[in-house]
Every structure is written in structure tokens, then in C-alpha cells.
């Protein structure tokens, strides 16, 4: 089992920067794909980045491209969501993920989620 305790999250304006964090415990970080997700009201939950084991591999949503950039710490079983120039459209509860496989398009593990929003 992996439990994953996502924090960081908050009130910014447009245009603003903030770091999501996500620390996972239980069993070996390194083996698991990371990913970050988000669901805004009323919508589905989407993909946001993921993060291979060895922190080489790499993808992101078109939507964040350019702005959002995800990276592992392996010695701290942490995985971040560095988020810029944030937008109204950014607002969403953002979940981070675990999967010890690299594009099964199923994830094992979630965390609880931390809100952002954006104002408009």
C-alpha cells in the first residue's frame, strides 16, 4: 500500500506561482509513477503531469504545458507540482497519484486532494 498526503494548495491571483507537494509513504517511492490530476466543479477529473520512476520521463496536459512542471524527489518521497502563471481556469482540487506502471491509464493510489483557486 502507498497513502499519498497532498499539501500546498490555496487562494492566489492570476498570474501567480505555487508549489503543490505530495509525500507518499509505504512502499518503495522510486517504483511507482507519479501524477498529479485535477478536478474543477462540475467537470470530470483530468490529467494534469506524470513522472516516471527514475524522473526522466515526462508528460503533461496541453493545458499546462509551459506553465505547470512536475518533479520527483526521491530521497524525500515527494513529487511536486510547481504551478506558474496560474489562471482562473486553473481552479480545481488537485490529486496526486501513484502507479507502479508507466502509461496503463489506470492509477493504484490517490491522495485526498488540496484546493486551488484562481479568481476570476
Not at 481556469?89 to 496526486?96: F, G, N, P, Q
Not at 493504484?108 to 484546493?115: E, I, L, N, P, V
Request: net charge positive; charged share 20%.
Amino acid at each position: 500500500q502507498v497513502q499519498l498526503v497532498e499539501s500546498g494548495g490555496g487562494l492566489v491571483q492570476a498570474g501567480d506561482s505555487l508549489r503543490l507537494s505530495c509525500v507518499a509513504s509505504g512502499r518503495t517511492f522510486s517504483s511507482y509513477v507519479m501524477g498529479w490530476f485535477r478536478q474543477a466543479p462540475g467537470k470530470e477529473r483530468e490529467f494534469v503531469a506524470a513522472k516516471g520512476w527514475s524522473g526522466v520521463s515526462t508528460y503533461y496536459a496541453d493545458s499546462v504545458k509551459g506553465r505547470f512542471t512536475i518533479s520527483r524527489d526521491n530521497a524525500k518521497n515527494t513529487v511536486y507540482l510547481h504551478m506558474s502563471s496560474l489562471k482562473p481556469e486553473d481552479t480545481a482540487v488537485y490529486y496526486c497519484a501513484a502507479d507502479a506502471r508507466w502509461g496503463a491509464g489506470t492509477w493504484a493510489y490517490w491522495g485526498q486532494g488540496t484546493q486551488v483557486t484562481v479568481p476570476s
